[in-house]
C-alpha cells in the first residue's frame, strides 16, 4: 500500500522535466513587469489605502452593527445588557468610590462627576482592549478575504461608539436626577466626544498592530489601561485634589493626559456644578481659594474651587483634545498601514 | 502569445503556529525558558511553500493535487494575497478570488448577516447587495435557516451559503478549494455549472481538490505539490494523476473514454 510518511519521489519515464516546463527564459520578474502584473501582497500607498478604507465604510458599519447585536444573543436578558452593563459598573464605582472610601470630597454633584467620568472612561477602555486583540481573533477572516484590514480595528471602536451611545442615554437620566439642569453647553458633549472617538480610533489602529504579534500584548494590556484609569482622575477631581496640591508639574501632567482630558470636556458639558466650581472659572481670590481647601468636607465651601488659579482653561483643554485626536490618528494610521501585508501571518 | 495572469517566482511562505506541542506548560518552565533566553519552543515555524515557480496564462484551468498538508491551500492563500510571502513574489493582473472551506464567516451571526457583510467586504455597494441577497440565499437552497446564526448550520449548508456568497460576484481569477466537498449531490451538479460559468468569465481558474475525477473534468494543467514543493506539473493531466495516484498508493483511475466523469461531460 501507500507510503504516505516517505518522502516521494517523481516516478521516472511519466512526464519528463515537467517542473520547469511553463518558465520562459526571461526573470519572472520582468515577465511580470511586461504584462502589468501586480505583486498580489503589495501594500497600497498611505492615501490609496484611506480611499479604500472610505470605500469599504459599509462593510466598516455593517459589520460593527452585526457584532453588536450578536453580542447579547447567548443571555436571556438579551439586549438589555447594553443598558445594565453600564448601569451595573455605575453602581458598582459609586458604592466603592462613593460610599465606602468616601472621595467625594471637594466635588460637588459627586454621583454625576462620577459617571460621567466612568462611562467616558469606558469608550476608551473597551476601545484599547478589544482593538488589541482584534488581529489574532479575527485571523479566519483575514485569511478568508481581502480588504482592507484596518476596517476591523475601526469596525471596533464603532462597536464600542454604539455602546457609548446607550451609555449616554442612561447619562442623561441618571444626570438630571441629581438635580442637573439642561443647558445649551450640553451640545458641547458633542464635540468632545467626537475628538475622543477619533484618539481611539487612532490608538486602537496603533495597538491592533502591536497586538497583531505576540499575544502577551494583549494579556498585558488590561493592566495598563487600569493604571492609566487611576491615573485619569476618573473617580476624583484631578484639578483639586489634596494629595497633588504641591505638585504643580504632576498636576499639568495628569490633566493633559488625553483620558482626563476628554473626560474633563464632557463633564465641563454636561454638568452645570462642575463648569461653576472649576478653578478659573471665578475671579482669582486667594483667601477664598484657601477657604475651599481647608474645608474639603463642608459643603458651604464646595464651589468655592472656582476662586482658586486655573492650571489649564476651558480653551486648552479643547486645544488638547483636538491635538491628541489629530496625533494619535496619525501617527496610529501610518503604524497600522505600514504592516498591512503581514497581518494574516499569526 | 500567451498572455500571463498569474506568475509565481520562487514563492515561499511561513507562518507562525502558537501553541503547538513541546512545552510542558508550567508557569515553572516558561520562566526558566524568558531566563535562559530560548525561544518559545511551542511557537513553531511552519516553511509551508518551499519556492515554487510557475507561470499562468489568461484561459487556463488548474488543478492543484497532493496530499492532506502538502501546501494546495496556503498556496492558493498566498496567491490571493491573503498570506504574506516570506520570500518571492506573487504577480497578478487583478485581486484573486478565492472560494475555500476556510472562508470563515462570523459564526455568531444570521445566514442573512453573513451574506450582506460578506459581499461587502468583497467590495460590493449596498444596492448591488439588495440586488443580489435573494438569488445568494435561492442558489445557496439553506431555505429558513438564513435567519439563524451561522454557528447552527450543518457543514454542508455552512459551505453552500460560503459558496453562494463568494460565487455572488464574478471575478477575474477564481481559486475554488475544496469549495464543494461537503455539499450534497444536488449542489454539486449545480456548483459544477457555476463555476463554469464563473471560468468563463473569470478566465483563470485554480481548483483545489481530492475528487481527480473533478480535476480531469475541469483542466488543462495540473500542479502536483509535495511538502511545499512541485512535484509535477504538465498540461498532460490524466498521466501526472495516474503518477500522483501510483506514488500514493492510490488505485489508478479507470478510464474509458479520452474524457472521464460522466456527470460533467456535458460542460465543455
Known amino acids: 500500500m501507500g507510503t504516505l510518511t516517505d518522502n516521494l519521489e517523481p516516478p521516472e519515464g511519466v512526464v519528463a522535466d515537467t517542473a520547469t516546463e511553463t518558465l520562459s527564459d526571461v526573470p519572472l520578474a520582468e515577465l511580470a513587469a511586461r504584462h502589468q ?107 478568508a478575504l481581502p480588504f482592507p484590514r484596518g476596517c476591523l480595528p475601526i469596525g471596533y471602536v464603532l462597536i464600542e461608539l454604539q455602546q457609548l451611545f446607550m451609555s449616554m442615554v442612561i447619562l442623561v437620566a441618571i444626570v438630571l436626577a441629581t438635580g442637573e439642569p ?165 | 502569445m500567451a498572455d500571463p495572469t498569474v506568475i509565481v517566482d520562487d514563492l515561499h511562505v511561513v507562518y507562525r503556529v502558537y501553541g503547538a506541542g513541546g512545552d510542558k506548560g508550567t508557569a515553572a518552565t516558561a520562566l526558566m525558558r524568558v531566563l535562559k533566553r530560548q525561544r518559545r519552543p511551542s511557537v513553531r515555524e511552519v516553511h509551508a511553500i518551499r519556492g515554487v515557480s510557475f507561470v499562468v496564462n489568461h484561459g487556463d484551468a488548474i488543478g492543484i493535487i497532493g496530499r492532506n498538508g502538502s501546501g494546495k491551500s496556503t498556496l492558493l492563500q498566498a496567491i490571493a494575497g491573503l498570506l504574506p510571502p516570506e520570500q518571492g513574489c506573487v504577480y497578478t493582473s487583478g485581486q484573486a478570488a478565492l472560494l475555500g472551506v476556510n472562508a470563515a464567516l462570523l459564526d455568531d451571526l444570521t445566514g442573512e448577516r453573513n451574506v450582506v457583510l460578506g459581499c461587502l467586504a468583497m467590495g460590493m455597494s449596498p444596492q448591488q447587495v439588495k440586488d ?40 477575474k481569477i477564481l481559486m475554488i478549494d475544496e469549495a464543494l466537498a461537503t ?36 483542466c488543462n494543467r495540473v500542479i502536483w505539490l509535495e511538502k511545499g514543493k512541485i512535484m509535477m506539473q504538465g498540461t498532460d493531466v490524466p498521466a501526472i494523476v495516474d503518477a500522483y495516484l501510483e506514488a500514493t498508493g492510490g488505485e489508478p483511475r479507470k478510464r474509458d473514454k479520452p474524457t472521464p466523469t460522466p456527470d460533467h461531460t456535458a460542460d465543455n
Open chain 1, 37 to 143: 502584473l501586480r505583486p498580489s501582497a503589495a501594500r497600497p500607498g498611505v492615501l490609496a489605502y484611506a480611499g479604500q478604507l472610505w470605500e469599504r465604510r459599509h462593510f466598516i458599519f455593517g459589520f460593527a452593527t452585526a457584532r453588536n447585536v450578536a453580542m447579547y444573543t447567548e443571555a436571556r436578558l438579551g439586549q438589555l445588557w447594553q443598558v445594565l452593563t453600564p448601569l451595573l459598573n455605575a453602581a458598582v464605582y459609586y458604592l466603592i468610590f462613593g460610599k465606602i472610601l468616601d472621595t467625594s470630597r471637594g466635588v460637588p454633584n459627586f454621583i454625576a462627576f462620577l459617571i460621567t467620568g466612568i462611562f467616558v472612561w469606558n469608550f476608551t477602555q473597551r476601545s484599547f482592549i478589544t482593538a488589541s486583540r482584534v488581529m489574532p481573533d479575527s485571523l479566519p477572516l483575514i485569511r
Open chain 1, 182 to 346: 439642561i443647558t445649551w453647553y450640553w451640545l458641547l458633549a458633542i464635540p468632545a466626544l467626537a475628538l475622543q472617538a477619533v484618539f481611539n480610533t487612532g490608538m486602537a489602529l496603533f495597538l491592533a498592530r502591536l497586538g497583531a504579534g505576540a499575544d502577551d500584548f494583549g494579556q498585558l494590556m488590561p493592566f495598563l489601561v487600569r493604571t492609566w484609569m487611576y491615573a485619569s482622575g476618573v473617580m476624583y477631581s484631578i484639578s483639586t485634589i489634596s494629595t497633588l496640591r504641591n505638585h504643580a508639574t504632576l498636576r499639568y501632567l495628569l490633566e493633559i493626559n488625553p483620558a482626563a482630558v476628554f473626560i474633563t470636556l464632557v463633564r465641563n458639558a454636561i454638568l452645570q456644578s462642575q463648569r461653576l466650581a472649576a478653578p478659573g472659572s471665578k475671579p482669582f481670590d486667594q483667601q477664598k481659594c484657601n477657604l475651599y481647601s481647608s474645608h474639603l468636607s463642608d459643603s458651604h465651601f464646595l464651589y468655592y474651587s472656582a476662586y482658586c488659579h486655573a492650571q489649564i482653561t476651558s480653551g486648552q483643554f479643547w486645544l488638547y483634545g483636538a491635538g491628541w485626536a489629530v496625533l494619535a490618528l496619525v501617527v496610529g494610521f501610518l503604524f497600522f498601514w505600514q504592516a498591512e501585508t503581514r497581518y494574516g501571518r499569526g
Open chain 2, 132 to 171: 443580489r441577497f435573494q438569488s445568494i440565499v435561492d442558489f445557496s437552497g439553506v431555505g429558513n435557516f438564513i435567519d439563524y446564526p451561522m454557528r447552527t448550520y450543518s457543514t454542508g449548508m455552512a459551505q453552500r451559503l460560503r459558496f453562494s456568497i463568494a460565487s455572488a460576484k464574478s471575478h
Open chain 2, 183 to 218: 455539499g450534497d449531490a444536488n449542489f454539486r451538479a449545480k456548483s459544477h455549472d457555476r463555476i463554469m460559468e464563473l471560468r468563463g468569465e473569470a478566465g483563470t481558474v485554480f481548483l483545489v481538490a481530492h475528487n481527480l475525477g473533478e480535476i480531469e473534468a475541469s
